[in-house]
């Protein structure tokens, strides 16, 4: 037997909206199974998972904390996606827009101006853009395929932190610890509402880009570039859109956003530079990107669910003692479960039995 | 008894995709050793209907007969082995592979090379289809790439042959020689179902007719009693109007608008044509035509012409006596050329986004004013409106207020492309295949446009592989063989023989003798 997938002649309009619920509600159904399975009570464990850390106020900051990263950099790749540009190396993208905005408290120490702190923004910006210039180059050049390129990009930046913060950057009094001197306070992102808890700017530089790129793309001709080209090619080609300037134009919005998420995190969260500095927000806004259907405006909403799936994770594994890579399990199936429901909305299944059903008599 | 020659009855056969009956009822009966033509518009149902028959599409209802039992063909490899074999319009043919390992590959048996090559070859000498086995796809003619897939199908030893608009990419030299091959096959007995719009073609060839038009049988005749008018008012429901066209004499002195002289391009893949030394001037008032078979550098010179590839001098290309070969399609738009390619979904228009958005495609520079505020900013308003009026001027038929392109039929689709760029008053035009896939009311209204495009003043220059089309609208037609072109021959000398002849690549150099030959 043989199993097909046929395109629908008709995608359904209300299934195609429905799509990120219907993947949410079946990763929360698998996840009671998993639970189930670890042994543990599925609807308590599901209350601690997605309902507690809602509950309170420093953990709605918390929850602000862990989604300004993946709003900021699934924005910059709901453009890359739309129009065509497979940019998987976010991950790297954040690393050295941290590490490049670092320069200025880690490398000169004295420095310390109230400008430091946006300088350091932009520089943040400046590295990640940088860094995803890589890959686009390679693409334009060579025809390289970015999404092999963009990949091994992360291995790089990240072994290149480790390096640094072990090596040349690591802090004379830091009793040997792999990690920078602390920024001073010029250097230091503030929190929005300090009373109340410990979330920074960072959030509000994510909604400012959500809203700005929404509008790009649906009311000016750079948008319109970016759909076309990503449909279709020809047609944008026929249009006299350049595809090289795009590629870069791509590479280099995403990769700043990536940027400026990683400065912001390492200046506003952390205060300096360790080995590792993300965990895994590079990756895991793919899945926002897509769980927001590359809509700016519905990424906003995306990031913050799998911002409550690392809530969560940490949730979990201090209330019920179990591994906080339950929150990876969840992202991952929330991304299978979002592709999946995609690929049925615009294909059917088709079962096909073995090709002599009907004997015929030869002539 | 009737019963026992019939080869293949349909009963009520019925296919619906969404709301749309592509198929409605649709009954039919093949005899024995009949030709059958199945004549209708582009979009009647013909494809779908076939597409049933050899079990490429399943269908919602009714029954197929053959030799008077009830079958359920369920996909290609059951009707070839019942005895259907079918010739698509669009060959499946590896190009880096030789005619027999193509062959070889669509056999559900494993037999060597060398005897397919051999059975090839027999059937190519019975049937009249000269072919080598041993040569490389890439490097055959459309024509000769036809035959590889006929051999193919009859070594199934099939006894209905269904050819789908075989003729498109023959020149009509090549068409004779095909219906010699086909009026052979009958004579032994064997049934062909011929899928054509071409009247004139199926009054030649065929013993009966079955006629469809929006998914229905409308009538069954023998063509030969017909006239090719009473046939399209079958296939169209109406009187399709005429064209009217009053040829200029192109050898008048009018300023020259479009100017290519000796465009040269290498082959961008290995199996795309180059372009060698390729000159020609329309002049103001005038619809040239290039006639050719497709893929002899129509689509290379298209690209070239329009700036989607660029010249090494700028001086190949004029444009309104400007220097054009180094500016891009944008540049070429503001110069006051237009641009209609070949493949309307996907290169003209971008499927997914509605017409208001297909309007900015091609308009974004050369109307930036009023569809940009401040250059950036889109001015749906505007753009909405300027759709709507083009609508209206070109009479596109849609289901909603702003659709997607893709939703619109074909010719519908195109009647948009051609009113986007005709909206413009360009004053040189540049289509490709202008009504390829197009019913023919929306045929006529777009040729018409053109017409008056160039009555207007504007150039015109039409690349088709309809001679009908081109006989009915060009002032003279040049005709493109193996990426070089003729020099055009004024549509007073014209003939199909000698247009015939060139398109098989008779030389290019001395239409005069030719036409001598001919006459």
Request: glycine share 10%; net charge neutral.
């Given at each position: ?13 209300l ?5 990120p619920?219907?993947?949410?509600a ?27 850390p809602l509950?309170?106020?420093w953990?709605?900051?918390e929850?602000a ?16 996606f739309?129009?065509?540009?497979w940019?998987?190396?976010?991950e ?14 880690v ?16 520089m ?27 990949l ?5 930046a ?12 690591r ?17 230091i ?11 920074h700017?960072?959030?509000?530089f994510?909604l400012?880009?959500?809203v700005a ?26 249009a ?10 791509a590479?280099l919005?995403?990769?700043?956003l ?19 500095i ?7 806004a793919?899945?926002?990107a ?6 700016p ?7 913050l ?13 201090i209330?019920?003692g179990?591994?906080?890579k339950?929150a990876r399990?969840?992202q ?19 079962f096909?039995?073995s ?8 002539a | 008894?009737?019963?026992?020659r ?9 296919k ?5 009956k ?25 494809s ?8 490429s ?9 053959w030799?008077?039992?009830p ?18 319009q669009h ?12 062959i ?22 019975a ?54 091959t ?8 064997k049934?062909i ?12 060839l ?6 469809l038009?929006h ?20 296939m ?5 109007q005429?064209?009217v066209?009053?040829?200029v ?41 290039i006639?050719?078979?497709a893929?002899?550098g129509?689509?290379e ?37 237009a ?49 709507k009026?083009?609508v ?7 289901s ?5 392109a ?41 040729r ?16 088709s592989q309809?001679?009908?089309e ?9 005709v493109?063989?193996?990426g070089?072109?003729s ?10 023989e000698k ?14 003798s030719?036409?001598?030959e001919?006459?």
């Amino acid at each position: 037997m043989r199993i097909e997938l046929v395109k629908r002649q008709q995608r359904s309009a209300l299934f195609s909206a429905l799509s990120p619920f219907i993947a949410l509600a079946l990763t929360i159904l698998a996840g009671a199974i998993l639970f189930a399975f670890l042994g543990k009570n599925p609807a308590t464990a599901l209350y601690y998972y997605f309902v507690d850390p809602l509950l309170e106020t420093w953990s709605l900051h918390e929850l602000a904390i862990k989604s300004a990263p993946l709003i900021l950099i699934a924005v910059g790749l709901s453009i890359c996606f739309l129009s065509n540009n497979w940019n998987i190396g976010a991950e790297g993208q954040f690393i050295m827009g941290a590490v490049v905005g670092s320069m200025l408290p880690v490398m000169f120490p004295e420095f310390q101006y109230w400008f430091v702190l946006p300088l350091m923004l932009v520089m943040g910006i400046a590295g990640g853009a940088a860094y995803a210039a890589i890959p686009a180059f390679l693409k334009v050049r060579f025809n390289t395929n970015e999404i092999l390129t963009s990949l091994m990009l992360v291995y790089v930046a990240q072994l290149f932190l480790d390096w640094l913060v072990r090596g040349p950057w690591r802090n004379p009094a830091g009793f040997n610890f792999p990690e920078t001197v602390r920024f001073h306070a010029h250097a230091i992102l503030p929190e929005i509402l300090p009373a109340s808890g410990r979330a920074h700017w960072g959030f509000v530089f994510a909604l400012i880009a959500a809203v700005a790129l929404w509008f790009i793309l649906s009311r000016t001709l750079t948008g319109f570039e970016v759909k076309v080209m990503g449909q279709s090619p020809r047609a944008g080609r026929f249009a006299g859109f350049s595809r090289p300037k795009l590629i870069f134009f791509a590479f280099l919005l995403s990769g700043g956003l990536a940027g400026l998420a990683g400065i912001s995190e390492v200046s506003g969260a952390m205060g300096q530079l360790r080995p590792v500095i993300s965990p895994g927000y590079g990756f895991t806004a793919i899945i926002v990107a897509f769980l927001g259907r590359l809509n700016p405006l519905g990424i906003v909403a995306a990031g913050l669910v799998l911002g409550l799936t690392y809530l969560g994770g940490e949730a979990a594994q201090i209330s019920l003692g179990v591994s906080d890579k339950v929150a990876r399990v969840f992202q991952g199936m929330l991304l299978f479960f979002v592709l999946g429901c995609d690929t049925l909305i615009h294909y059917r299944v088709r079962f096909i039995g073995s090709p002599a059903q009907k004997p015929v008599e030869e002539a | 008894m009737t019963q026992g020659r019939d080869l293949l009855e349909v009963r009520g056969l019925t296919k619906i995709f969404g709301r749309l009956k592509a198929c409605d009822g649709i009954d039919l009966t093949i005899e024995k050793g009949e030709i059958h033509a199945l004549l209708g518009e582009n979009g009647a149902g013909k494809s779908t209907l076939v597409k049933m028959l050899f079990g490429s599409l399943e269908p919602n209802s009714g029954e197929i007969l053959w030799k008077g039992e009830p079958v359920a063909v369920t996909s290609p490899s059951v009707a070839r082995k019942l005895g259907i074999g079918m010739v698509f319009q669009h060959f499946s043919l590896f190009e880096a592979l030789t005619a027999a390992e193509n062959i070889l590959l669509s056999l559900d048996r494993r037999i060597g090379v060398g005897e397919i090559a051999e059975k090839a070859r027999e059937l190519s000498r019975a049937y009249g289809l000269p072919l080598d086995p041993h040569a490389l796809v890439g490097d055959l003619s459309v024509g000769e790439r036809q035959r590889i897939e006929i051999i193919r199908c009859l070594l199934q030893e099939p006894e209905l042959i269904i050819l789908d608009e075989p003729t498109s990419v023959l020149t009509p030299q090549e068409a004779e020689k095909l219906f010699e091959t086909l009026e052979r096959l009958r004579s032994e007995g064997k049934s062909i179902l011929y899928i054509s719009h071409r009247l004139e073609e199926v009054k030649r060839l065929c013993d009966r007719a079955t006629v469809l038009r929006h998914g229905k049988v409308v009538g069954h005749c023998d063509p030969r009693k017909e006239t090719a008018s009473s046939l399209a008012r079958m296939m169209v429901g109406n009187e399709v109007q005429s064209v009217v066209h009053e040829p200029v004499d192109v050898s008048e002195t009018r300023e020259a608008l479009l100017e290519v002289r000796g465009l040269n391009r290498q082959a961008a893949t290995p199996f795309s044509i180059p372009l060698r030394g390729v000159s020609l001037v329309v002049h103001a008032g005038e619809v040239i035509g290039i006639a050719g078979v497709a893929g002899n550098g129509q689509g290379e010179f298209f690209e070239a012409v329009s700036g989607e590839a660029l010249q090494a001098e700028a001086d190949v290309v004029k444009l309104r006596g400007k220097d054009a070969g180094r500016l891009d399609i944008s540049g070429r738009r503001l110069l006051g050329a237009a641009f209609v390619p070949e493949e309307r979904l996907g290169h003209g228009a971008a499927p997914r986004m509605r017409l208001s958005e297909n309007l900015l495609l091609s308009r974004f520079r050369t109307d930036a004013k009023a569809f940009l505020a401040g250059g950036r900013l889109i001015r749906a308003g505007t753009l909405a409106e300027t759709s709507k009026r083009i609508v209206k001027e070109m009479d596109v038929r849609k289901s909603a207020e702003d659709p997607e392109a893709a939703a619109l039929s074909g010719g519908n689709l195109q009647k948009f492309i051609v009113g986007r760029e005709l909206d413009r008053r360009p004053s040189i035009m540049v289509v490709n295949q202008p009504t390829w896939g197009v019913d023919a009311g929306a045929a006529a209204r777009i040729r018409q446009a053109l017409i008056d495009l160039a009555a207007s003043g504007s150039a015109v220059l039409v690349i088709s592989q309809d001679l009908d089309e081109l006989f009915e609208i060009s002032d003279a037609i040049a005709v493109m063989h193996d990426g070089k072109l003729s020099a055009p021959i004024p549509i007073a000398e014209a003939t199909y023989e000698k247009i015939g002849l060139l398109m098989g690549g008779a030389d290019a150099s001395s239409p005069a003798s030719l036409g001598e030959e001919v006459a």
